[in-house]
């Protein structure tokens, strides 16, 4: 049999194509489960993003809605009407009104140059005053120009102004956190009046006011551009709001009236506009308060102090856009308004108090002796409360002879007290020791050696303690404070006193537990202190013994007659009495009357002092004007000598048995001294019509009750 030689060829190939048969077979089940397990994961996937897409859509439909809407939302705040406030007897003397508005609430696509010329358009067709720009802000307006330029112009954002240098270090960065800061004071600095004269035209400063409000305080946030507009002002925009995209009349709005003007004004003190916002200097505390910077805040006087009161809770709205990009405000929260707060002044005495001090202010201009007279205060207050019921100021200008109101003076300003404190004086010495109750010492001119003579207005003669209260004893007081330094007085002869520095101390101490040279704690911003003179020479120690070395502020002689007054208990005045929550009488706050401090010693002594200062009235020392009125007053005259100048002032109390008010005149530099020497006008001019219009209050009170 003869071999096939294709039978092997043919094996061999049906081999191979059985391997590449399996190979295939493989590779597809390979393929398969691969298949299946991508499959399987698309699967899972898609579940994954269903359950995703369930949550999203069905069970957390209305947190997601929530989201979306706050990201195309924003949140702003703005004040709500300021609580009142009211006098005493509950006359209004700062009131809340309604007001209107226009605000801008930016649009939400607009550019620099568009919203630009809507300024100046904005500032054309309602009037805005161009001289309402500051100087700072015409600089500003400079550089603003000269951004709106081409990039490539070398005039660009004022680069021109820097040196090559400056501009590198702007450049990359070197300047640091301070970099726009420190490139704009410089431009300030090079940018002058001929440059933006050449530049700036009326029209366009009054356009940047515009603008300058537009873009002012928080991005986003609606701005207030003009405060307080007329009904056609209101309607002119309403009937052409399409010429004006973003801007509206805010009809909720309100402002500040004082029905009795200028009264009290500087102690009321001042809310700042929407336009000004939160005061620089105060930025950091109502910002810490989370006020924000356009808030409109108190910025002085009891409008500042009590903010916490009167401001209320702040208003929260939305801010959403429609399809054409234009604002749409929706109020989330309307607020509340802030509590009405009623303080111990009576507005009426206040007026009268107001009309006799300025009035007497006034004469003084026609008298060529009186030249130096350009302050006069007066303030009237409880002495067991520590209530004030008037507090009134005013100051000249000797150029002008304008007379305005300065009743923060009366918190605000140093004065020599002079002779008033030498009830305060007498008190010490009789506690102390070195003078004994009645005692009398011979009131003639004292020869100290190396010192000028040191006597009285007039030489009185023999005096006892309460007569030298009676006739304001100078010599009296000089030799309290010899003996309390353990000197010795001998006509012609040293005093034989080293070192008064203790005795300085020790008068100080008995000043200020009648509340003179300190801070009183009256609740109003930035009472000062006392001056407390730094020498201790033996001659100021005499001095100082009848109130002319330190130096205090009228309310402070006002603490310390009241001291006297209600038998030595120094009270802390107070102008604030309570708050009450809107058209309603429910209180919410209210003044408890502190204790300051209490004389310390033998009080019986006081009495010694109560007696002296009512023994000045029913002796004419006070004047004739007090020692009239229909109550019995205690009182005593003061003046000091302060350079070419007399200091003079009338301090005291009624009625004198049961006291319900003590009174302080002051009346710096009032009068020449020597030959040219005035009147006390404390007690010829001020203190009898304004103490017959308290009684004549009082009395009414009293018959109504």
Not at 85 to 101: E, F, L, M, P, Q
Not at 213 to 222: H, K
Not at 620 to 633: H, M, W
Not at 698 to 703: G, H, K, L, S, Y
Request: glycine share 8%; net charge negative; aromatic share 10%.
């Amino acid at each position: 049999m003869i071999p096939n030689p294709f039978r092997k060829f043919d094996l061999d190939k049906m081999r191979r194509s059985s391997d590449q048969l399996n190979q295939s077979m493989d590779y597809a089940n390979e393929v398969s489960k691969r298949l299946i397990i991508f499959a399987v994961i698309i699967c899972i996937l898609f579940g994954v993003v269903f359950v995703r897409l369930f949550q999203i859509q069905v069970l957390s439909h209305d947190e997601y809605t929530e989201k979306m809407e706050s990201y195309n939302t924003t949140t702003q705040s703005s004040s709500t009407p300021r609580g009142q406030i009211y006098d005493r007897n509950g006359k209004v003397i700062a009131a809340t009104v309604v007001s209107h508005n226009i605000i801008y609430t930016q649009p939400e696509e607009i550019t620099t140059e568009e919203r630009w010329e809507l300024a100046k358009q904005f500032a054309a067709a309602f009037d805005v005053d161009d001289n309402e720009i500051t100087t700072a802000q015409r600089k500003d307006m400079y550089i603003f120009k000269h951004m709106l330029l081409d990039v490539s112009d070398p005039s660009y954002a004022c680069n021109d102004l820097l040196t090559e240098e400056e501009l590198i270090a702007y450049q990359n960065g070197s300047w640091g956190d301070e970099a726009e800061s420190r490139r704009t004071e410089l431009l300030h600095e090079r940018i002058t009046d001929d440059m933006m004269s050449e530049s700036i035209s009326d029209e366009e400063e009054a356009g940047y006011v515009v603008y300058a409000r537009m873009v002012s305080g928080t991005s986003g946030q609606s701005k207030t551009i003009l405060e307080d507009v007329d009904d056609d002002t209101v309607a002119y925009l309403v009937e052409h709001k399409g010429d004006f995209p973003g801007f509206d009349v805010d009809l909720g709005s309100w402002k500040r009236e004082y029905p009795y003007g200028d009264t009290l004004r500087d102690v009321l003190g001042n809310v700042t506009t929407s336009t000004q916002g939160v005061p620089a200097e105060l930025v950091d505390y109502y910002q810490a308060l989370g006020y924000p910077l356009n808030a409109r805040v108190g910025s002085s006087g009891l409008e500042y102090q009590y903010e916490g009161l009167l401001s209320g809770t702040r208003k929260v709205s939305s801010i959403e856009y429609d399809e054409d990009g234009n604002a749409i405000i929706n109020d989330d929260t309307s607020g509340k308004k802030g509590y009405d707060i009623y303080l111990t002044i009576d507005i009426d005495l206040q007026q009268r108090l107001d009309e006799v001090v300025k009035e007497t202010l006034e004469n003084a201009a026609d008298n060529p002796y009186r030249q130096d007279f350009t302050t006069l205060f007066v303030c009237l207050m409880n002495p067991k409360t520590g209530e004030i019921y008037a507090m009134s100021g005013y100051q000249r200008n000797t150029e002008t002879d304008d007379v305005t109101p300065f009743a923060s003076g009366n918190y605000l300003s140093y004065t020599n007290p002079g002779s008033i404190v030498k009830g305060a004086t007498l008190y010490m010495g009789l506690n102390e020791g070195v003078v004994e109750p009645g005692e009398i010492i011979n009131d003639a001119p004292m020869h100290i050696q190396g010192t000028p003579v040191k006597a009285s207005y007039r030489n009185y003669g023999p005096v006892d303690d309460v007569k030298a209260l009676q006739v304001s004893s100078n010599v009296y007081m000089f030799h309290i404070a010899i003996r309390l330094a353990g000197g010795t007085y001998v006509p012609y002869q040293s005093l034989g006193i080293s070192d008064p520095s203790s005795t300085f101390a020790l008068m100080r101490q008995y000043y200020s537990m009648f509340g003179l040279g300190n801070v009183t704690g009256l609740d109003v911003p930035n009472e000062v202190g006392g001056y407390v003179g730094y020498s201790t020479e033996v001659g100021k120690l005499l001095d100082f013994a009848i109130g002319q070395y330190d130096m205090c502020t009228p309310i402070q002689i006002l603490q310390y007659v009241s001291t006297i007054a209600n038998g030595g208990t120094t009270m802390r005045p107070h102008l604030f009495s309570y708050a009450t929550e809107v058209n309603s009488t429910n209180v919410v706050a209210s003044y408890e009357n502190q204790v300051v401090s209490t004389l310390r010693g033998n009080i019986e002594y006081l009495e010694r002092v109560q007696e002296g200062f009512r023994a000045c009235v029913t002796s004419g020392y006070c004047g004739t004007a007090i020692n009239a009125l229909s109550e019995d007053v205690a009182g005593k005259t003061g003046t000091a000598e302060v350079g070419e100048s007399t200091s003079t002032a009338l301090i005291g109390y009624g009625p004198y048995k049961d006291p319900n008010v003590a009174f302080a005149c002051i009346a710096p530099t009032s009068s020449d001294t020597g030959s040219n020497l005035q009147s006390n006008v404390c007690t010829t001019e001020v203190m009898g019509p304004v103490l017959e219009e308290y009684f004549s209050i009082m009395n009414e009170e009293q018959a109504s009750n």
